[in-house]
């Protein structure tokens, strides 16, 4: 098993910056994909990006390319998601995630809690 823990979230004004944390308890598959995903009131789970263990490989969703960035630390099994110029749209319960997938929320085996991430007009 692996546990995730995400830490960062909060309540920013619009066209500011948060910075999401991803601890994961030990090491997965390096052929796992590491993801964040968000989910607003009322709405489905959706994929934000993601990043492979192994080559560093980013994704994004269409709606946070040159606004959000992913990143990893290896050595501390950790991953990031700097999120800048933020939008009130971008208001959600962002969660963190380990699987072999890459956009599919289904082929994430692995699942944090979530942290809240609120963005004012």
């Known amino acids: 098993q692996v546990q995730l823990v995400e830490s960062g979230g909060g309540l920013v004004q619009a066209g500011g910056s948060l910075r999401l944390s991803c601890a994961a308890s030990?090491?997965?598959?390096?052929?796992?994909?590491m993801g964040w995903f968000r989910q607003a009131p009322g709405k489905e789970r959706e994929f934000v990006a993601a990043?492979?263990?192994?080559?560093?490989?980013?994704y994004y969703t269409d709606s946070v390319k040159g606004r959000f960035t992913i990143s990893r630390d290896n050595a501390k099994n950790t991953v990031y998601l700097q999120m800048n110029s933020l939008k009130p749209e971008d208001t959600a319960v962002y969660y963190c995630?380990?699987?072999?997938?890459?956009?599919?929320?289904?082929?994430?085996?692995?699942w944090g809690q979530g942290t809240q991430v609120t963005v004012s007009s």
């Open positions: 995630a380990a699987g072999p997938g890459v956009t599919s929320a289904a082929r994430y085996n692995y």
């Open positions: 030990r090491r997965t598959a390096s052929s796992y994909t």
């Open positions: 990043i492979t263990w192994s080559t560093g490989t980013t």
